[in-house]
């Protein structure tokens, strides 16, 4: 699991790149989770994701959670069509505002 962090226009973006399962998930609560701070606007690239766990699912929906009591805002990009049919299938994607491409991601948090 890789995680690479930036700023760009205000927003933080967080790439992560391999798989996000019970093996990852704790590396993924203790880079990420600080990052939803009061009024922030994050950017969850899982375009190099090649698998995600419930775990996995978990973690973004305590995000979402965390970001959202801090009046935040949190968009997933890049979901490959296995991700997306899952977190169709489980109701994970009622939550999530997602978009295809960083630009694309960019300016819904504008």
């Known amino acids: 699991m890789e995680i690479k962090t930036l700023t760009v226009e205000e927003v933080t973006l967080v790439e992560l790149a391999g798989e996000v399962d019970a093996n990852t998930v704790p590396m993924v609560q203790e880079k990420v989770l600080p990052l939803a701070l009061?009024?922030?606007?994050?950017?969850?690239?899982?375009?190099?994701?090649?698998?995600?766990s419930s775990a996995g699912l978990r973690i973004l929906l305590t995000l979402y959670r965390q970001t959202y009591a801090q009046d935040g805002k949190l968009v997933l990009v890049g979901l490959s069509s296995e991700i997306q049919d899952i977190m169709s299938v489980t109701g994970f994607l009622d939550f999530f505002t997602t978009c295809e491409t960083l630009e694309s991601g960019l300016k819904v948090l504008k």
Do not use: A, Q, R
């Not at 009061?38 to 995600?52: E, F, G, N, Q």
């Open 38 to 52: 009061p009024s922030t606007k994050i950017i969850i690239d899982l375009t190099k994701v090649s698998y995600m």
